[in-house]
């Protein structure tokens, strides 16, 4: 996005964004929502069945430096934006070149200029920036959401709350229009679209201290034995993010996968980077600020309990930030 801000239709853009009042934006998204909630999702549901070959090492592991692909929208999402698709490492995600519609497209070729990001790994993101106006910075808090799938979820939390930005991170390319095109016919201008893995995003491109929460909905569970280590919510994937969350920060996690919730209870409470927020330790009550998601609706239809668990960030002394290397202050 900070490739090509000030071109005139990117100009026009933010202008109409500024004059967007947030309680029409919010008036207007359960008109639009609908419209959304017509458009295909055959490769999201791919994804709860994939069975992909795979190799690799864990996540957080080095990357090797590779020419990037040809954007398959000119001017929109790359298709391997940091080059990595030769790496070798485990992917929580299921690679997918799913039928993108003609109002996807479109909003991708638009709108990507504007408020699209590829993950590239090579440059530290300003959030102040990337949530500005093109003129002004913004000082919103920034949450991070992993996995926004075609967004629906997303667009309703942006609009419920306007003095946040997300940036919300997917790989799922007809979901990026998706979002996009959400986030235009509801005049929401908190919201950015990063194209790539998050693992990457957190590894190299976030500030430390930068992030006011982490969200991550019904992530792929994964469900066969051979598979459970592309599950995303692991140890390694704790150390790699806690150190962008600001002290008291929430990473928000939920899933209808029981055994899932079992195991991001588990190393959520073992972690040391982070505390339940539940007295009794267990889960938490879905907060009125989730909407309901298109997975969490096709859980449920089957019959699935659905978890929700918040923790909080937490700094405990002798810590090591894996980011700067510094070690907490003793209380
Ligand atoms: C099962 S879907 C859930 C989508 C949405 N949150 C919902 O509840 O409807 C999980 C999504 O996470 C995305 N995903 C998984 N690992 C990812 C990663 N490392 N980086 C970016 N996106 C990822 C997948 O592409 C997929 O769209």
Redesign the pocket.
Known sequence: MSESPHTPEATGLREASRAAEPAEAARAFEAAGARAAAEPDR??EA??SSEAAESGRA?GGPRASRPQAAPRFPGGPSPDPAGSHHERRI????P?RSRVTTSQGDALRRLWPVWGLD?DGLRTLDLGELFGDGQKRSDKPVVL??????G???ARMAAADPDTGILA????TP?QGNLLGLAERNGLTNVRV?N????I?LREMLPPSSLDGLR??????WPKPRHHKRR?IQPDFLTLAAPSLKPGAILHC?TDWEPYAEQMLEVLTAHPDFENTQPDGGYAPRPDFRPH??????GLRKGHVVHDLLFRRVTRPGATDAHSGATAPEA
């Open positions: 490769a999201a994804a709860r996540a992917r929580s995600f299921q997918r993950i959401e992993i996995g926004f799938g075609m629906e979820a997303t991170v997917d790989v799922h979901g990063a790539g893995d998050a693992i995003l991550v909905y019904f992530p792929d569970p995303l939920a998601t298109r997975f969490e609706g096709q």
